[in-house]
């Protein structure tokens, strides 16, 4: 399995998630925000602190997502 390396906020609410492989994943949240589980990434403040451990995406331990769900979120 993959694990990210890095994360690079963009505008529109897209994240490229870098991985150990040399690839990377643009995951594009903008059409999730009106959902109750990604609703918070609407503030632009907290979209941009994401951070990771290799195995998922945090925000502020508000939201995270797994290495598994970001390939499900990515093909959507």
Do not use: H
Not at 9 to 21: F, G, M, S
Request: glycine residues 6%; charged residues 30%.
């Amino acid at each position: 399995m993959s694990k990210i390396t890095g994360l690079v906020p963009q505008e529109n609410y897209r994240l490229e998630v870098l991985l150990d492989n040399g690839s990377s994943v643009t995951l594009n949240l903008e059409s999730r925000l009106e959902t109750i589980r990604f609703g918070m990434l609407a503030d632009k403040e907290l979209f941009r602190r994401a951070v990771t451990d290799g195995s998922f995406i945090r925000w502020d331990n508000k939201v995270e997502i797994s290495v598994n769900e970001l390939f499900q979120l990515a093909q959507k």
